[in-house]
C-alpha cells in the first residue's frame, strides 16, 4: 500500500525557517517525481515545487523561488521541503504527492500544517 | 503561467439531477485533470488524462474537453458526490489548479 507521512509542520515566526519531511513506502521511491502542493486555509489548492525521480531537476512556483528548496533522498525514501524566509501568506495545509506514470498526483500524503504568525 | 477558471464556484444539486462543472484555461492544454476533496481530508485524483477515471471513481463521472475548454459531467447525482472539484493542468509549469467547483445535495 503507498503511504506519504508528511512532517515537520508547525507555528513559526515570519521570516524564519522550517523543513517538512515526506515519508514515502509501499512503492520503489526513486522511480517516481514528487511534489508538494499547498492549501491556505478555506482556499484551493496551489502547487508549491516538484522535483524528478533522480533530484537532478527541480521547479518552483515563483512566489517561492529562492525561498523554499524541494529535495529527496532516494535511499530513504523521503521528501524534503526547506522554508526559508517565512512570510504569512505561506501559511497552508502542504501535502506531499506523486506524480503516477499516468494520473498525475495519484497518491497525496495527509497534509502538514504550516502557520507563519508572530 | 496558465490560468484556470473554473465554473460555477458554487452549485446544489438535486440527486438524480445532471451535473456538469466546466474548466477553462487561459492558453490551450494537452490535458485536463481533476481532484475531489470533501472536506477536512487529502484531494484524491478523479479524472486524469481528460477523460480516464481514477480508480474506484464511479461510471455516472465523465470527463471531456480539449484545447482550452475541458467539462467534468455526473450524470446522476448522489449524495457521496458532494464535495469540491478542482481542475489541474500539468501541460506547463508552473502546474496550476482551477479555484475549485463545491458541489452541494440540494
Known amino acids: 500500500e503507498v503511504q506519504l507521512v508528511e512532517s515537520g509542520g508547525g507555528l513559526v515566526q515570519p521570516g524564519r525557517s522550517l523543513k517538512l519531511s515526506c515519508a514515502a513506502s509501499g512503492f520503489t521511491f526513486s522511480n517516481y517525481y514528487m511534489a508538494w502542493v499547498r492549501q491556505a486555509p478555506t482556499k484551493g489548492l496551489e502547487w508549491v515545487a516538484s522535483?524528478?525521480?533522480?533530484?537532478?531537476?527541480?521547479y518552483y512556483r515563483d512566489s517561492v523561488k529562492g525561498r523554499f528548496t524541494i529535495s529527496r533522498d532516494n535511499a530513504k525514501s523521503t521528501l524534503y521541503l526547506q522554508m526559508d524566509s517565512l512570510r504569512s501568506e505561506d501559511t497552508a495545509t502542504y501535502y506531499c504527492t506523486r506524480r503516477g506514470y499516468s494520473a498525475p498526483f495519484d497518491y497525496w500524503g495527509q497534509g502538514v500544517m504550516v502557520t507563519v504568525s508572530s | 503561467e496558465i490560468v484556470l477558471t473554473q465554473s460555477p464556484t458554487t452549485m446544489a444539486a438535486s440527486p438524480g439531477e445532471k451535473v456538469t462543472i466546466t474548466c477553462r484555461a487561459s492558453?490551450?492544454?494537452?490535458?485536463m485533470h481533476w481532484f475531489q476533496q470533501k472536506s477536512g481530508t487529502s484531494p484524491k485524483p478523479w479524472i486524469y488524462?481528460?477523460?480516464k477515471l481514477a480508480s474506484g471513481v464511479p461510471d455516472r463521472f465523465s470527463g471531456s474537453g480539449s484545447g482550452t475548454s475541458y467539462s467534468l459531467t455526473i450524470s446522476s447525482m448522489e449524495a457521496e458526490d458532494a464535495a469540491t472539484y478542482y481542475c489541474?493542468?500539468?501541460?506547463?509549469?508552473?502546474?496550476?489548479f482551477g479555484g475549485g467547483t463545491k458541489l452541494e445535495l440540494k
Open positions: 489541474l493542468q500539468r501541460s506547463s509549469y508552473p502546474r496550476t
Open positions: 488524462d481528460t477523460s
Open positions: 492558453s490551450s492544454v494537452s490535458y
Open positions: 522535483i524528478t525521480n533522480s533530484g537532478g531537476s527541480t
